[in-house]
C-alpha cells in the first residue's frame, strides 16, 4: 500500500476517539477527506455529488456509532490501524488488494480501495456509493480508461497538451456508452 493511502486509513477514525472502530463508511470518508486522490477523481468524474456523497456518509457513520447497523468491530486505544479495522472494512482493503492484482498494477491506491469498497454491495460504504450511482464495473472501466490516458500523457511528455486528464477520458469513455446503449436499444 502507498504511504499515501495508510495516511488515508489511519485518518479515518481520527476525531472519533482511538476505541472508534473504523467502518468502511469511515474508509470512505478518509478518501473523501483527503480530496486530491484518484478515487475521488473518479467519483466526480463519474458524476457524483463529492459533497452530498459526504454528508450521506457521515449520516451512514453517524448511525453506526448509534449502533444502527452490522459493522461492529472491537478497538483497542493503543491498536494499530489495522487492528482498528472492522471486518468489512478489512474486506474492502482485501478486495482492492484483488483489484490492483488484476489490473497488474504493483501498488495498491485510493482507486483500489474505492473498487474494494463497491465490491461489497451491503457494507456500509457500499450502500452510500450505489445510492450515489457508482457501480463496480462502471468504475473500473473509468479507472482502466484514465489510467491508459495518463499512460499515454507521459509518453507523450509530461509538459506537453497530449496529457489527457481523468474527466476528458471518462467523458469519452461515457459517450462511447451512451452510443453504445442507443444502438442496443
Known sequence: MTARLISIIERAGVGR?????????LLLRGLLDEGSNLAVGLMGALGVDIDELRAAVDDACSAVAEGGTGEDGIA????SW??????????????????????????????HVLLGLLADADSQAGQV??????????????????????????KAGAGSAAVTTIDDVVARLEAVERRLAALNA
Do not use: C, F, K
Not at 17 to 25: I, K, L, N, Q
Not at 76 to 79: E, I, L, Q, T, V
Not at 137 to 146: E, I, N, Q, S
Open 82 to 111: 489495522l487492528a482498528r479495522l472492522t471486518w468489512p472494512a478489512r474486506n474492502a482493503i482485501a478486495s482492492g488488494i484483488e483489484a490492483a492484482l488484476d489490473l497488474g498494477h504493483n501498488y495498491v491506491g485510493t482507486e
Open 129 to 154: 456509493l450505489r445510492t450515489h450511482g457508482m457501480e463496480e464495473d462502471a468504475t473500473r472501466r473509468a479507472l482502466t480508461g484514465a489510467l491508459a490516458g495518463y499512460a499515454q500523457g507521459r
Open 17 to 25: 476517539g482511538p476505541e472508534t472502530p473504523v467502518s468502511t463508511g
Open 76 to 79: 483497542r486505544p493503543d491498536a
